[in-house]
């Protein structure tokens, strides 16, 4: 785990989140990401597709 991530723990654990609350805020920062990925990767593909 590198620097910014521990940073990140330790703040939520200041603020009063448990390891659990954590877990689960990374995971849904995780499934963000990539959903994020997917649509921007259909997007454009959508874009050459007009653009053609």
């Known amino acids: 785990m ?3 991530w521990k940073k990140l723990i330790e703040n939520f654990e200041e ?3 448990t390891p659990k609350d954590i877990q689960m ?3 849904f920062y995780d499934t963000m990401t990539e959903q ?3 649509l921007k990767k259909y997007y454009e593909e959508d874009d050459n597709e007009h653009n053609d």
Do not use: D, L, R
């Open 2 to 4: 590198n620097e910014k």
């Open 15 to 17: 603020m009063g989140y």
């Open 25 to 27: 805020i990374v995971h």
């Open 36 to 38: 994020h990925k997917i």
